[in-house]
């Protein structure tokens, strides 16, 4: 694959909304320690973190949170589309989709159901901070230490661990929605394959380098792990799909600026076809 082809940039995932969700889920959980900053007992810390995670008014802002941040990349993958457009021989026929999609019911679903995973996700935030402060608690008792002494320690040591917890957060919720918005305009538009892309740097994980360039179809997710007989199993998904994944699906808009022969994942396997070959399973 041509890696300095034009669609590129097009598709990549956007750092600007991955850094504001993760803004915003820091400023939500320094609310948490602020609301437990004058609590000395590490139990009652548990308590109000407990009772704040089940207030309404909580859950309603977790849900107008989620739907700002859906509404952001479902604006930022519909632009990408657009842009593909003028660069194609379908640009027609995306353009007339694109100003049809807001009635569909289809599209409607994946950003309804994106929103409520992000919302859920948000709203257990303080149940998990709980969750690890009770779990950091029995580990210090069992070493003769008592719960009451480890008050400003759990106060410094979680805040600094909820920071990284929000960025890991942002990268993988936003990367997700990305991939789901991307298929789901992809399936209405008959667009049945992408090209999985990696940020191509020295982070990329080792089973997702060989990734690069293949092209994969949306109804046939590869397993990354297992094509590279990796150690770790993470199951079938598609670029983006998983936790801290910087890698991103780009729909193969117009087959004429695909450069084979490629590699393609098909039937469980990474196969080397040339255009001809590959023409017959598209």
């Not at 009635?103 to 996700?121: D, R, S, Y």
């Amino acid at each position: 694959m041509n890696n300095k082809n034009k669609y590129l940039p097009v598709w990549k995932t956007s750092k600007r909304l991955e850094r504001n969700y993760e803004r915003i889920l820091n400023v939500i959980q320094q609310q948490f320690f602020q609301a437990i900053s004058n609590q000395n007992n590490p139990n009652e810390m548990i308590n109000l973190l407990n009772i704040i995670a089940r207030q309404y008014s909580f859950e309603k802002y977790c849900q107008e949170i989620a739907l700002q941040m859906v509404t952001s990349v479902y604006k930022k993958t519909e632009g990408n589309w657009r842009k593909a457009a003028g660069q194609n021989s379908k640009g027609h026929e995306i353009y007339e989709a694109l100003n049809k999609q807001k009635q569909n019911i289809f599209m409607q679903n994946v950003i309804q159901k994106l929103i409520e995973q992000n919302a859920t996700l948000i709203k257990t935030l303080p149940f998990n901070i709980a969750s690890d402060i009770t779990k950091y608690i029995e580990k210090e008792t069992t070493k003769g230490r008592r719960a009451e002494d480890l008050a400003e320690e759990i106060k410094i040591k979680f805040t600094e661990k909820t920071k990284a917890n929000a960025m890991c957060i942002a990268r993988t919720e936003v990367s997700k929605a990305q991939s789901a918005l991307i298929r789901t305009r992809a399936e209405i538009l008959n667009i049945q394959w992408y090209i999985w892309r990696t940020s191509q740097d020295e982070r990329v994980r080792n089973s997702h380098k060989d990734m690069e360039g293949v092209l994969v179809s949306w109804k046939d997710p590869p397993s990354p792990e297992q094509l590279s007989k990796s150690k770790y199993q993470y199951g079938k998904y598609h670029a983006g799909e998983i936790f801290n994944c910087r890698c991103y699906a780009e729909p193969i808009v117009d087959i004429r600026f695909v450069k084979f022969p490629c590699k393609v994942y098909c039937n469980g396997r990474m196969i080397k076809m040339k255009k001809s070959e590959f023409l017959k399973i598209m």
